[in-house]
């Protein structure tokens, strides 16, 4: 069976390390805020070149921190794109705010920043622009657009550590970006964790403040009613020893993209996913587009190779926001491509001889 991630040959390459972070985090016995916290904000916000991180709980937490503390809820709107994990347009509805879909581009997967600008209204706040399966969403046309309507923009850079931009790393272009450190994400813990980046130190004050009680440094002084949201000492050194191979291991992710492009380009009916030079890819996931995606599912199935759909139905279209009323003409892009997606193994261990029976299958492909 080849699986979508593997996690324990990941651990078994940095064992030894990780062992002994945890073992010094249980000497300490310091599990909630401390010295492992303070060191991994420090070392993940000098990693992407920016002010402030905040550890949090978790990726999900991490947006809803963000929106209050730039007070946005009640009687607000922020746009999301149509086609992302869910937690984009929890955090919203969470908050307060109404989410607003956006449909995303055909090519890239991101955020359409035509209909984008199409969504706004006077009671638009932020736009949640998501760098998608570790590709950046077109970030100068979305601060254009935000910056000529006066909206903050909030990147969720989820499925895109390491990913760059222009020669900007994603997650220091907007506001504040949160990210999330669930297990299979490119920089994952052993558990739940999330982080908020921001270079505003007034913004990172208030999301202290909200994610720890209201408190600061002070214990018992509360200076707002906050809730908890933090991230556990154990898993800030077990994503400090990790944040020190994010870049190989996204180094070697890109080398398999590669691998995957050059054996599949010659299948007829299989969409590879799109790269250009400006931007850096961290390939969270390899995605691949077929009409016929049964018969591909069939052909990765008969190897007992790992697939997923990311994602099966677009966020108008679940039961959650159905309330919304949407039918799929107002997100011709993002009901198209939920029909046709298909997520292929991709992670670092993945062995060559793994990865040659998953091109030999694929290239069975007919549509
Ligand atoms: C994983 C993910 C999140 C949420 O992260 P959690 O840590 O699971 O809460 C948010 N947005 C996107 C795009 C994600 O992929």
Known sequence: MIPLIDLFAQYNTIKTDVDNAISKCIAESNFIKGKAVAEFESAF???????????????????????????????????VPALTWIATAEAVSNSGAEPV??????????IDYDDLEKKITRKTKAVIPVHLYGF???????????KKHGLHVIEDCAQAHGAEY???KVGTMGIASSFSFFPSKNLGAFGDGGAVITDNSGLAEAVRKIANHGQLTERHRHFLIGRNSRLDAIQAAIL???????????????NI???????????????????DTKSKHVFHQFVIRCRNRNKAI???ENKQISWSIHYPAALPFTDAYKYKNHREMDYPESARITGEIISIPIYPELRSEQLALICDQLNRYVQ
């Open 136 to 146: 950046p969403a077109e970030m100068d046309e979305i601060m254009k657009i935000s």
């Open 101 to 110: 879909f956006a449909d995303i581009d055909p090519v890239t997967y991101c």
């Open 240 to 254: 400090s020893v990790k944040l020190k191979h994010l870049d190989d291991w996204n180094f070697i992710r890109q």
């Open 166 to 168: 222009s020669g900007r």
């Open 45 to 79: 916000s000098e990693y992407l070149g920016s002010g402030f991180c905040i550890g949090c709980a978790n990726g999900t937490d991490a947006l809803e921190l963000i929106l209050k503390a730039l007070n946005i809820g009640a009687g607000d709107e922020v746009i």
């Open 298 to 300: 069939e052909l990765l």
């Open 257 to 275: 993209a590669s691998q995957y492009n050059l054996r599949l380009k010659a299948t007829p009916g299989l969409t590879l996913p799109y790269s």
